[in-house]
C-alpha cells in the first residue's frame, strides 16, 4: 500500500514538474514564464523532500526560490516598458 501511495505522489508531482517546465519554455510573456520557474523548482524541491534530502530541499527553496526567483521577477519588472495604446 505504501509503495503505491509513493508512486502516485512521485507521479503526480513529476507530472506538475514538466508541466510548469514546459509553461517555462511556452509562455508568451516573460512574467508568466518567471513564475512558471517558480514552480517548477518548488516541486523539485518536493522530489528533494520524497528522497528523504530535507536540507537540500530547504537549500532549493532558499536559494533559488527565494532569491534566483525574486532576481528574476526583479529584472522582468524593470525591463518592461509602458505600452502604447493605439487609439
Not at 508568466?32 to 534530502?53: C, E, K, P, Q, R
Amino acid at each position: 500500500m505504501s509503495n503505491t501511495l509513493e508512486l502516485a505522489a512521485f507521479l503526480v508531482f513529476a507530472l506538475a514538474t514538466v508541466g510548469f517546465s514546459l509553461g517555462v519554455v511556452l509562455a508568451k510573456q516573460a512574467w508568466h514564464s518567471a513564475l512558471s520557474l517558480g514552480g517548477a523548482l518548488f516541486t523539485v524541491a518536493i522530489h528533494y523532500v520524497m528522497l528523504n534530502a530535507e536540507f537540500v530541499a530547504a537549500m532549493q527553496v532558499l536559494v533559488y526560490v527565494g532569491g534566483v526567483l525574486v532576481l528574476l521577477a526583479f529584472a522582468v519588472m524593470l525591463t518592461q516598458g509602458e505600452r502604447e495604446v493605439a487609439t
